[in-house]
């Protein structure tokens, strides 16, 4: 199956109608995109086995995956620049209007990693 985030990746990619020496960029920024979300996928199906573990280690685990997470970012953001820098002014308008719609993101359900409380209401 295809991610949405990899649907969206090849219809910019379409659109854009990069010339071959755009290519290296592209390449290099949709490679950044795609694993960070083979990277969360691969996270919520590890958010079982967090109800498993003591407090201190899923607080422990959320903090390495906040930091793999923003290094990711940062790596994407990077190529962004990279790619944005090599397009043409045409290119540039459609990539400015979509390049961050390509980005996975992570269901706000269970922030964190952590599962949702049942048995407390949120304060008054």
Known sequence: AVSVSEFRLEMLRADLKLSPEQEPSWKSFAAKVSALAADISRERGRLRATTQMKALQRIDQSVDVARNRLTALEDIATAAKALHGRLTPEQQLIADDRLATTLPTVSAASP????????????Q
């Open 112 to 123: 964190a990693g952590f599962p949702a409380s049942r048995d407390r209401s949120p304060p």
